[in-house]
């Protein structure tokens, strides 16, 4: 029963197995109520969300540094800063320890590379960007990181 609610509404599934969770916690007798397979999947998903979103926001990060030095004529360079800040900031907040062994800096700074290939504007050559990533994890992650110091570290 509890593995039709959770295809049809995951909200309100998530809120029922909680109660039921909290109940169990409490000393009630409801281990047959909880949909255990689906609850343990939401868990271990939840570790995977988080990891990725961290990853997507390096990422996004990373290729709003590479714009405003491959692109220095562009119109929007004051913008992709501001954008690096608030990406680095969120990557921040939803970062922790267990994720570095999953985060690949080159992985990511590749990604960027192809983003910033394939987003080609019109505001001039592009000048040549570094082949490998010229940042660490803990750069990116430092609290308020300079976003000027990082873009000059591409030249």
Not at 94 to 117: C, F, K, N, V
């Amino acid at each position: 029963m509890s593995g039709a609610l959770y295809d049809e509404d995951a909200l309100a599934w998530a809120e029922q197995q909680a109660g039921l969770l909290r109940g169990i916690a409490g000393g009630e007798r409801l281990n047959d109520a909880v949909d255990w397979s689906n609850v343990i999947d939401e868990v271990q998903d939840v570790g995977l969300s988080e990891l990725r979103a961290c990853r997507s926001l390096l990422r996004h990060a990373l290729a709003h540094l590479l714009n405003p030095h491959a692109r220095p004529a562009g119109n929007a360079v004051g913008h992709w800063r501001g954008e690096v800040a608030g990406f680095l900031s969120d990557a921040r907040d939803r970062y922790t320890p267990s994720m570095r062994q999953r985060i690949d800096m080159a992985e990511l700074y590749a990604d960027a590379l192809y983003e910033i290939g394939a987003s080609a504007d019109e505001s001039g050559p592009a000048l040549p960007l570094p082949r490998t990533c010229p940042f660490s994890l803990d750069e990116l992650l430092a609290p308020r990181a300079d976003v000027g110091v990082l873009v000059s570290r591409l030249r």
